[in-house]
């Protein structure tokens, strides 16, 4: 069964700090890596990842995907409050529609 | 200008009822999904339409019933309403099958 492992599960850090999240996949025929930003409602998307070693960039969020050792980090330097949010981390499979979740990390921000 | 909106936000029901969650996107997409998050944030896949066909129908209980009367549109069914059907549905779409998926603001279920 295809499996998504994130740590830590949650994480409580100061503003201005920098964190780096963490997730692992066991998937079969992988295909893809996905993070998401969930707050209050729906999951918004981050980065979608599919090759090894190239990094994917948005202001202070950064990811890569090393498919060697089946995991990615998601990176986000000089926190602000309003990066308190679950993130959750997704992997898809070739032919196959599903997305595998993890469990989440529940990132805090304090002032 | 919603792109995926599900109708209610909160359904709050006793155990045994009937009940329906409604999902429209305006994105154009051909896939549409229903996820269950539980209370500890675990989304998990439940169906997966693509053009009005079902694609994926995991081990999901089969009191839950998906419908889908055209691609813009699917809709959720849930017979016999147990406890533990309370959780937050999901609906989402994507272009394609390898696209990020863009979800809806969820129905939170409560079942009494």
């Known amino acids: 069964e295809d499996k998504v492992v994130q740590s830590p599960l949650s994480l409580v850090v100061h503003e201005g700090d920098t964190v780096t999240l963490n997730c692992s996949y066991e998937v079969t025929n992988f295909r893809s890596l996905l993070w998401y930003k969930q707050e209050k409602k729906a999951p918004t998307f981050l980065f979608m990842l599919t090759s090894s070693g190239i990094e994917k960039k948005s202001g202070r969020l950064s990811s890569i995907l090393d498919k060697k050792e089946l995991f990615s980090i998601l990176n986000i330097t000089a926190t602000q409050t309003g990066d308190s949010a679950v993130y959750l981390c997704?992997?898809?499979?070739?032919?196959?529609?599903?997305?595998?979740f993890g469990t989440g990390t529940r990132l805090t921000i304090i002032p | 200008d919603t792109a995926v909106s599900q109708t209610p936000k909160y359904l709050v029901t006793q155990m045994g009822n009937d009940k329906s969650i409604k999902c429209e996107q305006n994105?154009?997409?051909?896939?549409m999904y229903w996820y269950k998050q539980d209370s500890k944030k675990f989304l998990k896949i439940m169906f997966s339409?693509?053009?009005?066909?079902?694609?994926i129908n995991e081990t999901v209980p089969n009191r839950f019933s998906p419908k889908s009367p055209d691609k813009a549109h699917l809709n959720l069914h849930i017979n016999s309403l147990e406890l533990g059907d309370s959780a937050v549905y999901f609906c989402?779409?994507?272009?394609?099958?390898?696209?990020?998926?863009?979800f809806g603001n969820g129905t939170r279920l409560t079942v009494t």
């Open positions: 339409y693509n053009n009005k066909e079902l694609i």
């Open positions: 989402a779409s994507s272009q394609f099958s390898n696209s990020p998926l863009h």
């Open positions: 994105l154009g997409h051909d896939t």
């Open positions: 997704a992997a898809t499979s070739l032919g196959n529609e599903k997305l595998t």
